[in-house]
């Protein structure tokens, strides 16, 4: 229930001025991915890209998510972060004759529609209406980071004026068994978090009483998570006998 907050999500609450928390409910270096890819991204996509290597097929509109997907990118591994070498629209390929040919056979290049990552939505709009192009890609070291549609300036127009650096995002931490990998517990993990990373503002909770408070702030947490509240397939409060309604 509380796997919820991705990259995605990470990012455009970001965007509105929030934070996301990424859950934890995943191996740490998956955590560590999500929060690489929130931190890699310079604007608030809605594009949700599918990436293939030169040498695959598209077969059917499944790959697009039936036109949730507008865009196929073609890069040298086939994956993100790596050399991009084209693009496939959806609406381009549904009036392709023969399908069975390899993508790196039909692609798009995308020799002249290179934006640095670092690229604000004013250079990209910019960039589009001098180039004559509704896509632009976002590349970092030669490796493509992003793919922006005009769809995407447009809509995002609308978020506050981004500033300086990256997303903000956090990335919880729990204190199960199974989580000894990542902390000993809380106390421990935010007494050493604090020493070591004295620039981290760190979050400690859920707390539903004034000793859980205490202690935390004593550990020397930046802030509070307060209550544990009930959902309506959450039986915490039932079984614990203990909750408080969130703050």
């Known amino acids: 229930m509380d796997t919820v907050t991705e990259s995605h999500m990470a990012v455009s609450m970001a965007a509105l001025g929030g934070i996301g928390i990424l859950h934890s409910n995943a191996a740490s270096s998956d955590q560590a991915a999500m929060v690489r890819s929130v931190k890699g991204r310079r604007v608030p996509l809605l594009s949700a890209p599918v990436f293939m290597s030169r040498g ?51 692609m798009v290049s995308c020799k002249d529609m290179v934006l640095p990552w670092s690229s604000d939505l004013g250079k990209i709009e910019e960039f589009m209406a001098e180039k004559g192009r509704d896509v632009a890609a976002m590349v970092r070291d030669d490796e493509v980071v992003d793919f922006v549609g005009k769809e995407d300036v447009g809509r995002n127009k609308g978020y506050p004026k981004l500033g300086v650096g990256s997303w903000k995002v ?77 703050v």
């Not at 009483?209 to 020397?220: D, E, K």
């Not at 802030?223 to 969130?246: F, H, P, W, Y």
């Open 170 to 246: 956090g990335a919880a931490i729990g204190t199960r068994e199974s989580d000894k990998e990542r902390l000993e517990e809380l106390i421990e993990m935010i007494k050493y978090i604090k020493k070591m990373y004295s620039d981290l503002d760190v979050v400690g909770g859920n707390v539903v009483t004034v000793s859980q408070a205490q202690n935390l702030i004593q550990a020397g947490v930046d802030g509070l998570r307060v209550g544990m509240g009930s959902g309506s397939i959450c039986t915490t409060q039932e079984v614990c006998a203990v909750g408080r309604g969130q």
């Open 56 to 106: 695959d097929r598209i077969h059917n509109d499944d790959v697009f998510n039936h036109g949730a997907n507008p865009y196929v990118l073609v890069t040298e591994s086939g994956a993100p972060n790596s050399k991009l070498l084209g693009y496939m629209a959806s609406r381009d390929w549904v009036k392709l004759a023969d399908k069975e040919v390899k993508i790196y056979d039909y």
